[in-house]
C-alpha cells in the first residue's frame, strides 16, 4: 500500500520539489506485526532532519498510525517521505508550502533475514562524496551520489561498497553506517562534513556507551580499516552485519559483531 497525505494513491504532482529538487527527507525502517520498530529514534531523526532543512514534521500520532496502516503483517519495510511539496519554477522554496508525504511498504528483502549469510563481501567505490556541513548527517532525498556508486558494480556476491569523501577519508557505506574493532575498542567515522548519521548506528553507539565499550567517533583513512580486527555495517534494515571480505582482504569472526548485535538488541525502543 502507498498513501500520500493519507490516501492510497501512487502518484504525485509533477511539480513537487521532491522530484524537482530532492528538496526533503526520508526515513526507511523496519516492521514487525504491523508495528514500526524503533519508532521513538526514527520519529526524532525524522523531526530533526526536517528542523534542518525547515520543513514541517508531521504529527507523530499521525504519522505512526499511517506507517501502521501500510505495514505487513509479518516482517516488512516501511518508508517515509516528506517533501516540501508543489511549488512553481525556481528553487526559491514557496512561502506557503504544502508539504507531500509518502508511507509506503515494501517486503522484507531476504538480505535482512536471519538465515542470511553471517558475513558479507564489500567492496571500495570509487565515486568519492562531496562535503557539506549544511547537508551532513541529514538523510535528504538528494542521494544520486549513492545511485552512482552504486551503479558501479553488479557482481551479486557484492553486499555493499565503502564510499570516502573527496578528502579521502571514509565516511560508510552505500546503503549503511561502519564501524570497525580494534585493539578492544570501536570506531565510527566522523560524519560532520559528509554522510547519513543513521538510526541503528546512534542506538549503538548509545548501548555501548551504557555498556561502558569505548566507542569513538573519529576521522578513519582506508588504511585504519584494512588494519581493524573487525569490520561490520548498520542499518535500520539489517541491524550489524560483518564485512567478511572488502575487495582482497579478508577477515575471520571476532566476536565484535556478536557483541554489536546483543547491545542492539537490548537498546529499548
Known amino acids: 500500500m502507498i498513501l500520500v497525505n493519507g490516501l492510497p494513491a501512487e502518484t504525485v504532482n509533477a511539480l513537487d520539489r521532491g522530484l524537482a529538487y530532492g528538496d526533503g527527507v526520508f526515513r526507511t525502517l523496519r516492521t514487525r506485526a504491523g508495528q ?4 521513538r529514534d526514527q520519529y526524532a531523526k525524522l523531526a ?11 504529527d507523530e500520532a499521525g504519522l505512526r498510525a499511517e506507517v501502521c496502516r501500510v505495514a505487513a503483517a509479518g516482517e516488512g519495510v516501511a518508508k517515509i517521505m516528506l517533501t516540501r511539496g508543489a511549488g512553481a519554477r525556481g528553487y526559491a522554496p514557496p512561502q506557503d508550502p504544502a508539504c507531500t508525504r509518502i508511507v509506503l511498504s ?6 535482512a533475514k536471519p538465515d542470511s549469510p553471517a558475513g558479507i563481501a564489500a567492496r571500495w567505490c570509487s565515486l568519492r562524496l ?6 551532513a548527517g541529514i538523510k535528504h532525498l538528494n542521494r544520486l551520489e549513492n545511485v552512482l556508486a552504486r551503479a558501479e558494480w553488479d557482481d551479486p556476491e557484492i553486499f555493499e561498497g565503502l564510499l570516502c569523501d573527496d578528502s579521502g577519508a571514509v565516511i560508510g557505506g552505500v546503503t549503511s553506517n561502519l564501524l570497525i574493532a580494534k585493539a578492544g575498542e570501536l570506531f565510527t567515522p566522523d560524519l560532520s ?3 547519513v ?3 541503528a548506528r546512534a542506538r549503538l553507539l548509545r548501548a555501548l556507551a551504557r555498556r561502558g565499550i569505548p566507542a569513538h567517533i573519529v576521522c578513519l583513512s582506508p588504511d585504519a580499516i584494512l588494519a581493524a580486527d573487525e569490520v561490520m555495517i548498520c542499518n ?3 541491524g550489524v552485519r560483518r564485512v567478511a571480505r572488502l575487495d582482497d582482504v579478508t577477515w575471520s569472526p571476532a566476536g565484535w559483531t556478536d557483541t554489536l548485535k546483543t547491545a542492539l538488541d537490548d537498546e529499548v525502543d
Not at 514500526?36 to 519508532?39: A, F, K, M, Q
Not at 562531496?130 to 547537508?135: I, K, T
Request: with cysteine.
Open 36 to 39: 514500526p520498530l524503533w519508532w
Open 48 to 58: 530533526a532532519d526536517c528542523a534542518a532543512l525547515a520543513l514541517a514534521c508531521p
Open 106 to 111: 515494501a517486503a522484507l528483502p531476504p538480505h
Open 130 to 135: 562531496a562535503r557539506q556541513p549544511r547537508l
Open 193 to 195: 562534513q559528509s554522510g
Open 197 to 199: 548519521a543513521g538510526v
Open 236 to 238: 535500520s534494515i539489517i
